[in-house]
């Protein structure tokens, strides 16, 4: 059986930093891009990042480039984002995707860890 | 990176058939084949329904089907049930190798 499970969220002061990670079981891990999406409270799903299965390809949404990293540890079967400089539209709920085939099809999602970006 | 543009909800009564709009520009819905769709309940992770803009994952209702025309792409739900009523979304790759999703629709069966 498929598994993304998130840990790393919390609440965090505005400028501050955390780093998300995604613990990946159940397929080969090593085969499959990941993405990082997110969605803040009451609102809709946000396309955060990618990376490819060797890490080779990897892709940000526009309006978080430098404060957003992706990357990913085969030997661990686990997917991190490195979230800087934190403001408070950050505050979402950020889900880990399987992507099915590099073309942004997300066929498993873990249960989402919560960011809180509040003073 | 905008959004794709979606209606922000969409009701029918049990047994009729709705369709969501996912309209977008060239740069992404237009000018590949890479549009999927995502039911949502509250409080629960989205769930992969349609890909290649109309094909179903296994184990997704045949009740659910995709179409696209020039830069919009739809959902149908024929057959509506209560169990239907969520958040859509569709998703689309883009010309810069991203991803995009759609504002959302909220389904309401009547």
């Known amino acids: 059986e498929v598994q993304l499970v998130e840990s790393g969220g919390g609440l965090v002061k505005p400028g501050g930093s955390l780093r998300l990670s995604c613990a990946a079981s159940g397929f080969t891990f090593s085969s499959y891009s990941m993405n990082w999406v997110r969605q803040a409270p009451g609102k809709g799903l946000e396309w955060v990042s990618s990376i490819s299965s060797s890490s080779t390809y990897i892709y940000y949404a526009d309006s978080l480039k430098g404060r957003f990293t992706i990357s990913r540890d085969n030997a661990k079967n686990s997917l991190y984002l490195q979230v800087n400089s934190l403001r408070a539209d950050d505050t979402a709920v950020y889900y880990c995707?399987?992507?099915?085939?590099?073309?942004?099809?997300?066929?498993?999602w873990g249960q989402g860890t919560l960011v809180t970006v509040s003073s | 990176q905008s959004a794709l543009t979606q209606p922000a909800s969409v009701s029918g009564s049990p047994g009729q058939s709705i369709t969501i709009s996912c309209t977008g520009t060239s740069s992404d819905v237009g000018g590949y084949n890479y549009v999927s769709w995502y039911q949502q309940h509250p409080g629960k992770a989205p769930k992969l329904m349609i890909y290649d803009v109309s094909d179903r994952p296994s184990g997704v209702s045949n009740r659910f089907s995709g179409s696209k025309s020039g830069n919009t792409a739809s959902l149908t739900i024929s057959g509506l049930q209560a169990e239907d009523e969520a958040d859509y979304y569709c998703?689309?790759?883009?010309?810069?190798?991203?991803?995009?999703f759609g504002t959302g629709t909220k389904v309401t069966v009547l």
């Open positions: 998703s689309s790759y883009t010309s810069s190798n991203t991803g995009v």
């Open positions: 995707t399987r992507d099915h085939s590099a073309l942004y099809y997300f066929d498993y």
